[in-house]
């Protein structure tokens, strides 16, 4: 990175620090260096910068030389540099502290090269910092790139971290003065050519973002700006980092009264404080005693996966339709209602870019992949024109919905069920499974976490509970962390089935035996007016069945096909693994027989309510219905 012209760029520098120095208490000014001139000295001239390169016997990398003829050493180069130095004191580093020894030690077959580097560059440097705190300028002459430009490294003695790597001079100027400017960002009364640029730049940004043109492009130009501590491009290039799901700091004031920052930020940090399992403390003293109340309902909402994202206008709308299509799993939906309604969505101040607070609500933040996060984006909102976002993709496409996707998980151990039934909502069935009200929405990491956090929950298990789909009435339960199959004891899922309703149970499990093969196990049952009418089970290589098959449904599918008809194993209990394309077609078959289906992106990526049921494979406890699977023979 280089600097065309250093007059200017030096000039410039040095007027900003002086200015700063005027807006300064008069106690705090640098007196000495404003008589001097500022930061600047004279040129060092041809002859100084020759007698420089006879000292380490080489030609001085081409952006330090060029900087010396401007200005032989510089005064508050950034950072803890209070003095750099000039021809004058420029000398070698010789590592006095025995650094590369420490280094070295470091270092094996496996290191890489820019640690080698860094090793030897301790003792054939050339040290450019005369006055800092415990702050190392380094110039390596050993690493160089192909313009003849020395590596510049920072090294903070008081930091314990390793030194910072700038590819040359130019850049480390460039940086220091970045970090110089960026340092009076909070100040207003801070201006000057540039700062007027970069403000214009981010608003620039702001309207071509709301117009859905390049994401890309103008989350650059805000990074640019925010590099420079201009506040209102850290806070728009956060907001499409959050819809991008790259969460960052998202430096929004913490003003309980600014709907901004209640709606739609202090959600996300609640969410994200949570995840991270840090000290309540700390969020709540950010807020102060004033804004105490609405931290601990932020902070209580994040973890009982209460919070609703809220919205003005026909986005508004469009959201609390959404979130009850979501609820039961029709995430395609849902998806739609909420990109279609993106054009009304209303912002609430200028630094508002993108509805943020949407990643935070627990059925419908889900929905928002980092893909969709850039369709919401790239789509024109808040009055602004400009081209449409790219084409809607729902997410259940290509087999998201049936059953034979349930099948495909490459996990040697992949184990399910399932219970879907006829004639009850999904509210119900919950209800019945619980004994009470469904629990909040899960994900399947937070239901994995909910499992297992603590507490007996032996004889309980979890579900996530949903529709079945586009054939109507049906309603599912779904564990894909089962407890372990027993053979024979299998008594079903707890759900009070209604006379004339129907019911599917599955229960696929595998489970390998270190040394001695596998029991996997694929168990279907079929009941009717609350008898078991069909089950079938393939385990280990053999299978049985009893009852009359369903409509529709050839019983060879949920036999020894499902081993793709490998012999069982005489070992006692286990046997081959089974076939995932003959348990998809399995899966297929049945969702097809009965026009059932479980919904993909509900079940892996969104969240679903959940509820807490008794064990498949013991009897019910008081007050518990299962749904008991009774061998039955076909008549005759």
């Not at 994200?272 to 005693?289: A, I, N, S, V």
């Not at 009435?473 to 894909?480: G, K, L, P, R, V």
């Not at 299998?490 to 093969?517: I, M, T, Y």
């Not at 299978?543 to 098959?549: K, M, N, R, S």
Request: charged residues 25%.
């Amino acid at each position: 990175m280089d600097i065309d012209n250093w007059q200017w760029f030096l000039d410039r520098w040095n007027a900003q620090w002086r200015a700063v120095q005027k807006l300064a208490d008069p106690e705090e000014a640098d007196e000495e260096a404003l008589a001097a001139g500022g930061l600047c000295f004279p040129p060092a001239g041809e002859r100084r910068t020759a007698a420089l390169e006879r000292r380490p016997g080489t030609a001085l990398p081409p952006s330090y030389r060029a900087f010396l003829q401007v200005s032989d050493g510089w005064r508050h180069a950034g950072g803890s540099v209070y003095l750099l130095a000039g021809t004058g004191d420029a000398d070698w580093h010789r590592d006095p502290m025995g650094m590369k020894a420490l280094y070295e030690e470091q270092l094996d077959a496996r290191s890489a090269p820019s640690e080698v580097l860094m090793a030897g560059m301790w003792e054939r440097a050339l040290r450019l910092s005369v006055d800092s705190d415990m702050t190392d300028v380094l110039l390596d002459p050993g690493d160089t790139d192909e313009n003849g430009e020395w590596a510049v490294y920072v090294y903070k003695g008081w930091s314990g971290e390793y030194p910072e790597r700038y590819g040359s001079f130019a850049a480390f100027m460039r940086e220091g003065h970045r970090t110089f400017v960026a340092d009076q960002g909070d100040d207003p009364r801070f201006e000057d050519e540039l700062t007027r640029e970069l403000d214009a730049s981010v608003e620039r940004a702001r309207v071509a973002c709301l117009a859905g043109e390049d994401v890309d492009a103008q989350a650059a130009a805000l990074g640019e700006a925010g590099s420079f501590g201009r506040p209102r491009a850290r806070v728009l290039r956060e907001q499409i980092g959050t819809m991008l799901g790259r969460a960052g700091h998202l430096p929004v004031p913490p003003d309980t009264n600014d709907p901004l920052y209640v709606r739609e930020v202090m959600p996300v940090l609640a969410l994200e404080h949570c995840q991270r399992g840090r000290d309540d403390d700390w969020f709540l003293r950010r807020h102060g005693e004033e804004g105490r109340e609405a931290a601990e309902a932020a902070l209580a909402a994040a973890r009982g996966r209460t919070f609703r994202y809220v919205s003005p206008g026909a986005f508004g709308r469009a959201v609390d339709e959404a979130r009850e299509q979501a609820r039961w799993g029709d995430a395609d939906t849902a998806w739609r209602t909420l990109v279609t309604a993106v054009p009304g969505w209303e912002p609430y101040g200028p630094e508002h870019l993108a509805p943020i607070g949407l990643t935070a609500d627990p059925l419908l933040g889900p929905l928002v992949t980092p893909e969709r996060g850039r369709h919401i984006l790239t789509t024109p909102r808040a009055g602004h024109g400009g081209r449409t976002g790219a084409p809607v993709v729902g997410p259940e496409r290509d087999g998201g919905w049936g059953l034979g996707w349930v099948a495909q998980d490459d996990r040697p151990d992949h184990s399910y069920r399932f219970v879907a039934v006829q004639g009850v909502t999904p509210r119900a069935l919950a209800e019945r499974l619980g004994g009470g009200e469904p629990l909040a929405p899960h994900t399947e990491r937070e239901l994995w976490r909910l499992r297992h956090r603590g507490g007996d929950t032996r004889g309980r298990c979890l579900y996530r509970v949903g529709s079945c789909g586009g054939a109507g009435d049906w309603s599912f339960a779904y564990d894909h962390d089962p407890e372990t199959y027993q053979y024979g004891r299998v008594e079903g899922p707890g759900a009070l089935v209604p006379p004339g309703v129907r019911s599917v149970a599955v229960w696929c499990e595998r489970n390998a035996v270190p040394g001695r093969g596998r029991t996997d196990v694929f168990h279907f049952s079929y009941a009717e007016d609350g008898e078991t009418r069909f089950t079938a089970v393939a385990r280990a290589g053999a299978a049985e069945a009893t009852g009359t098959v369903p409509d529709g449904l050839d019983p060879a599918l949920f036999g020894t096909a499902l081993f793709d008809g490998a012999p069982p194993v005489p070992a006692e209990g286990t046997g081959p693994g089974l076939a995932r394309d003959a348990e998809t077609r399995a899966l297929d078959a049945i969702g097809a027989a009965f026009g059932i289906g479980l919904p993909r992106f509900a079940l892996r990526q969104s969240g679903l309510h959940a509820a807490w049921g008794p064990s498949w494979i013991r009897p019910p406890g008081p007050g518990q219905a299962v749904l008991t699977f009774v061998r039955r023979r076909p008549a005759g």
